[in-house]
């Protein structure tokens, strides 16, 4: 069994910066696709970044494009999210996710099979 646990939110004033992390334990990084999610208050989870299992492609959701970066450390069993220019809009509990079969990074909440409990971040104007 894979468990993750999130770490780094907070509350930093919009412009500001954040870096995430995800330490996994159980089985090997490595095996997983992952991803970072986010939910907002009220709102439905949303696909935020992926990165595939040898961390040679990432993917962003339109709204972080050029303001977060997602990467990885399969020797420390760690994934990142190195979050720049933090927005108002940003303001959610954040989540990663591993992602064992089938294609490589899907933005499909439903398709991850283990989640962290999450971590808040709070953007203030």
């Known amino acids: 069994q894979l468990q993750l646990v999130e770490s780094g939110g907070g509350m930093v004033q919009a412009g500001g910066s954040l870096r995430l992390s995800c330490a996994a334990s159980?089985?090997?990084?490595?095996?997983?696709?992952m991803g970072w999610f986010r939910q907002a208050l009220g709102k439905e989870r949303e696909f935020v970044a992926g990165i595939t299992w040898s961390g040679s492609s990432t993917y962003y959701a339109d709204s972080v494009k050029g303001r977060f970066t997602m990467s990885r450390d399969n020797a420390k069993n760690n994934v990142y999210l190195q979050m720049n220019s933090l927005k108002p809009e940003d303001t959610a509990v954040y989540y990663c996710?591993?992602?064992?079969?089938?294609?490589?990074?899907?933005?499909?909440?439903?398709?991850?099979?283990?989640w962290g409990q999450g971590t808040q971040v709070t953007v203030s104007s």
């Open positions: 159980g089985r090997p990084l490595s095996r997983y696709n």
């Open positions: 996710a591993a992602r064992s079969r089938g294609p490589a990074v899907t933005t499909t909440a439903g398709t991850y099979d283990y």
